[in-house]
């Protein structure tokens, strides 16, 4: 049965595409599709390096190898660059990180976790000298991911001024906030000199593309962000011409594969301007790319539910989410 | 001492003496807006020039050194290309000084130009003079004329005619620009190679005492001489000195970059182009 991904909205099959089909029966497919995320990945957030160089994981299974491999991997080249933070900011972060990905793989709500950030530890605040700071951005205002969050507020006093939510967009980690997607990812800068919130951080982001918690995520809140995301940028790419091979000028920036692309130049200088902001050629490449990856691995399980253990397949029928409610019980009625 | 000064300074040793002309303008070209999906700008010049597609920009397979240690802000995507540089020209600590100076010439934008634009006369100016008093005394250019009216630009900001000339100096017409048009000069492999070869030319006629006077000798060779320790001289210094600060990249950082360029394992112009570029495409030959 080849599951279609429509009842999550139009487009998203497609959008699945632009991350390649793959079969998860099939261990050679898994390698070969696992490897190239991480592939990619690396290229883009400068760990490519450190991923040749690691040796091939000893797990039977080709998910967790790659993802252990490539982990290990972005750790290194985090351990190679300068600090971004403080270690008092980096430790603060770390168990937020930890206590979000916790409460959102609960939920089903790991792709954006929000907060009441005084329920977090130390309150989602670190000191510096005498003044109280906040560990993170505070990103609620409408953007590229939405159009703002209200809640869940400060029930308590913030002693660093926390008077939003925190909101988290973990799925497209390092690019987390809404509203700052232009240059670098802010979570590659999650990095002090003895802790390292930001592999936490890729950890929670690359999960989303094993099956058991791509199924356990609320896709209908992913894809609401995509569509958001989608037309926001949608006038920006239009602009952009599609590349053709033999014609193309050199430093000019793309369409290319459903990508951009800048023919003879730095991608990392290139971006799109729009009313929400800049935002820069690698970050929607990884954004589009996070995605697509996790409906083509959420179509993957689906299409084979019957690989997953027991427990896992209670609950895809105890979902939240009708779509997957609903293709669970077809695949067993097709039986 | 102004621009123009030095060019004339430059233009009156010649190319083909070891001066080398003032190759790179110290100057930011007009990059700031980094590649947009606006039309192209079509460079001002007598007739198109033929389209020429060299290698793609190298990526972290293609290059052995670090690419996360003292990089600073370096895009991650150009690394690789300062690396290869440092690699192939075996010169020890490259790789950052490059980052630095395409910094400050291009922001990192390889097409980069100065001489496009209608206020932009003088970059044209300059074209024209380092063509017109040199070319009696150089291998000819096919795309002089074009040159001439091209101004500068590029990764690390090279004024068109000298960088088509580059190499000249050291294998006379076996240079390997000399048929290509000036926008060539956009296509950050053969940027790399321009910059290659006059840093190492720097290196090794003039007296360079750190990593800071590079970038001296990149403007104007002669403030290496006579000149050291004017006005221009210090100024030059500091900011390129304050360059590497803002970019993140610590002078310091012996692993990286040494506290003195070495440039006695060059292995010569046409082994710098091959391994920058590879094989000369047919336009070339």
Redesign the interface.
Known sequence: MNPTMTCYGEGIDRLADLAGDFSLRTPKDVRVWYGMQWQLLAELLGFSQQLAATPASRSDDPISAARDAGLAAFERSLQGGRPGVTDAQARVQLAALKSLGAAGRESGELWRASADPTTLPMGACYSEGEQSLRAFYPDTAPAYFGEGWAGPRPRAGSACGWQTPLVLHLGTFPWVYSARLDGVGPGTRWASATTLPAVEGLRIAVSLMEPATNLRQDARQVAAIYQHFAEQTAPLVARVQSFESGRAEVGRLYRRGGFLHVHQGSLHVAGLDGPRGRISAPAYNHVLRRFACFFAVRRAALRDLSLLPADGQRLVRSSADPCLREHAEEVTRAR | MNRSTWINLATAFGVTGVIGGALFLSRRASASA????AP?ITPPGPGPSPQI??P??P???DVNG????N???T?????PLFQLVEEISRIFGAARYLAIAAKRES?????AHNGNAANEQDERDDSLAAYTNNKDRNPPLRHGDQAAAFGSGGLFGALAPYFLWTGVPEVGAKAPLLNAPP?IV???RAAAFGAAVYMQRILKHYRVDDVADIKVGWANPGLLGASRGGTKYNEVRARFLADAKVL?IDLTDAQTIPPKLDPSAWPGVHAVFAGLVGAPPKELA
């Open positions: 980094g590649p947009v999906p192209g597609d060299l793609p920009l990526t972290a397979a670090d690419l996360t240690r990089w600073g802000d895009p991650l995507d150009l690394r922001e990192f934008v390889t097409t926008e956009f296509q950050p993140g």
